[in-house]
C-alpha cells in the first residue's frame, strides 16, 4: 500500500468510541438497504427443491465467504415472491436468529440467490460505504459487543431489522474506506483473523496505515501514518534491535556501556 492516508491526526470522542475528526458517524439505516424475510413468507425444509434460486442460511457462511455449493434451493415461486431480499454482489448478510452475528460478503453470485427466515439482508449505498469496509466494520469489536448484549439480555436472542436500521457506524471517505477494506482484505489479515477468530477493532498502526488489533481490541484508535514509508520504518527498527542484542550479548563491561548511551542518547 503506498502513498498517504489522508486523514487527520486529530481525534474525537464520538458515541461509537474515538474517531478521526473528519469521518462522520452515521445511521446505517440511512445509509442501507435492510431487509429480512418477512414472517409469514417464512420456508419450511420440505419446500426446499433439488434446483432452482439458492437459498443461504448461517452455516453456509465460511469466514467472510458464502459456500455456495452447500446452499439449499427454493421454487422459482418462492424467490419472486420477496424481491427485497434477493440477492446482489455486494451486499451483506448476517444471521439473525440462532447463531447470532455470523456476518457474509456477497463478492461473487453464481446465479439468483435469496436468503432464509434467520438471515438480514444489508445492502449498502454505494455512495456512501464500501461493502467490504462495512463487512469488516461488522466484525470488530463494537458490533461484536452489541450481539453479546443481545445474547445475554434475551431468552431468545435475536437481532432485530430495527436494530440494524438504528446501528452507528464510522463513515471515513470512501478513498479511505477503500485502502482499509484492501488492507483488512489481504491475505496476511485473513490468515491472521483465521489463526485467531477475532476481530476486534482497526488501528491505524506503523506497519500497514491501518490494521486490526487482535491483541487490545482497541477499536477505531488512530494513529496517522505514511503507508508507504510503513515497511522500511519497520526494518529498520528490527534492524535496530538486532544489532543491541548482539551488543547486549557480549561482556559485562559492555552491557552497561549500552545501557547508560541509550539513556544519554534517549
Known sequence: M???LRVSRHRVQTSIGMLPADW???RLGENAHIKARIGWRGLSADEYTSDGPLLVAGTHIKGARIDWTS?????EFRYEESPEIQLQEGDVILSKDGTLGRIGLVERLPGRATINGTMMLVRPSRGVF???FLY???QGRNFRRFIKEKVSGSSVPHIFQRDMVRLLVPGPRLPEQRKIATIL???RWSRSFSASRSRRGFVRGPDCGL???QRSGSGFAIRARRASSAGGERRER???GAAERRVIRDTRGRRRDVAKRHVVES
Open 2 to 4: 503506498s502513498g498517504n
Open 24 to 26: 462522520e458517524v452515521v
Open 71 to 75: 446452499c439449499d434451493h427454493v421454487s
Open 130 to 132: 464500501e461493502p467490504k
Open 136 to 138: 469488516h466494520y461488522l
Open 185 to 187: 482484505s489481504s491475505a
Open 211 to 213: 490494521h486490526a488489533d
Open 238 to 240: 528490527g534492524s535496530a
